[in-house]
């Protein structure tokens, strides 16, 4: 099943569910499939524009809910991992899963300017977190909270940042 199929969005103008299109990620559709708007990322720092047969806002009114929804994102991509790691390696366990992250941060150490090393480490991370049930938005805002309340120091020796 296509990960976008399970995922709507809403916002104040569209009481219907829109997602990306599966084939044109520059076109937004409702849950019926229908086109809803389509839209161009000219460039990060120009923004977006957008045209739509009820009015051109509401594309970016989209855009901008769907950019929003913190986490929406993290979670089509754990779908999308999960779903291919399911497929190629159905018997993993989190052992196995922490024994290949093992590998691929000491590949990341040797490169830590490397845009795909860093992915390996986070598709892995990923997957660990949905076999253990983990809420990746959730554990990570409570552990800032927690983190925000802490004092921290580096370790003169080590450079380790720790809380004291």
Known sequence: ???FEAIGYTDEMNPLPWRKHEGNPALLVDAN???VADFETRDIYKGVTGSCDINADFALRAVSAYHK???ADIKQLQDRIVEWADSNFPNRTTAD?????YEELGEYARDPKSPLEFGDIMI???DVAHMNSIDIQKAIMDKMDINEQRSWRVDQNTRIMRHV
Do not use: W
């Not at 899963?97 to 992250?101: E, S, T, Y």
């Open 1 to 3: 099943m296509p990960i």
């Open 33 to 35: 499939g229908l086109p």
């Open 69 to 71: 929804r913190t986490g």
């Open 97 to 101: 899963v922490l024994l290949k992250l």
């Open 124 to 126: 892995l991370l990923l």
